[in-house]
């Protein structure tokens, strides 16, 4: 898993080298609907084949986007309203899934308010930005985004007992390429059959629906901050980032299938 982790990390470059002004990540809203698919196939070799199988799908379905333009045009062609709805659907969205019965908020209710609460604070709170402004130590530390409220959300729980004190262990970590390429590539364990990409099929259509709402989100960062930074032209181009995603999925599913498949943005980052 810490191989594949390293990987993915990795490709996560492919994007900046390649001109693409975003943090990639992962599909996140898609993990759930993936893991559910990825059940009615038995653990072991049959199932791998499956997440290959959408995985290549999920990547030349990206490329395929890219080359033709047609990222571009659908996002162009989408109204603001819709597209407005995507950015305020997917954040309540992710609210939604913690605090739902059976969510994380249930087992970690005082470590997710305070880390919540204060994420808030240090994103849009106008006095903190007074306060970033008058202290260099809070400038320094706001520049960090959500991490800092991540940290001390993490300090937190273990001190309500909400969180285990984590035992760290610490050693010299061989990635293992040769156990990865036996076990969960399709060199190892063999190629899907025709019959599980045909089944991936509707599971593509979610997968790229959701990553969308990722592109929508990307290009509206860029242009809010083209308002401020008059000084610098990023070009954020749906096409391209549509066919580094695309190279990022398609690579993974041959070395390292990957259930949270590979988005466009990083969106929290």
């Given at each position: ?10 490709l ?10 975003v ?22 070799p ?23 333009g ?40 005082i ?10 604070f240090?994103l ?5 930005k ?8 809070i ?23 909400e ?17 990865l ?17 045909v ?20 290009k509206?960062?860029?242009t ?22 695309g ?13 949270q ?9």
């Open positions: 898993a810490l191989t594949m982790v390293i990987i993915n990390g990795a996560y470059n492919l994007h900046v080298l390649l001109g693409d002004p943090v990639p990540g992962w599909i996140t809203p898609a993990i759930p609907l993936t893991i559910a698919y990825l059940t009615q196939y038995p653990i072991g049959e199932r791998t084949q499956a997440l290959i199988a959408l995985q290549l799908l999920v990547g030349i379905f990206f490329v395929l986007m890219g080359i033709t047609a990222a571009k045009k659908l996002i162009n062609w989408v109204p603001d309203s819709i597209k407005a709805g995507i950015l305020l659907g997917a954040g309540m969205a992710a609210v939604i899934g913690e605090v739902k019965p059976g969510g994380r908020f249930e087992q970690f209710p470590t997710i308010l305070i880390g919540g609460l204060l994420a808030l240090f849009f709170s106008r006095r903190f007074e306060w970033r402004r008058q202290s260099k130590a400038d320094s530390i706001a520049k960090y985004g959500m991490l800092p409220a991540l940290a001390i959300a993490l300090i937190i729980g273990p001190i309500v007992k969180l285990p004190i984590p035992q760290i262990e610490w050693e010299v970590f061989v990635p293992r390429f040769g156990e390429f036996r076990e969960v590539t399709p060199f190892g364990i063999g190629f899907p059959a025709l019959r599980l990409f089944a991936a099929l509707p599971m593509l259509f979610a997968a790229y629906i959701i990553a969308f709402g990722d592109f929508v989100t990307s509206a960062l860029i809010e901050a083209d308002e401020v930074r008059k000084d610098e032209k990023i070009d954020f181009n749906e096409n391209r980032s549509n066919l580094i995603s190279f990022r999925n398609i690579i993974q599913a041959f070395i390292s299938p990957y259930t498949l590979c988005g466009p943005l990083w969106a929290a980052v």
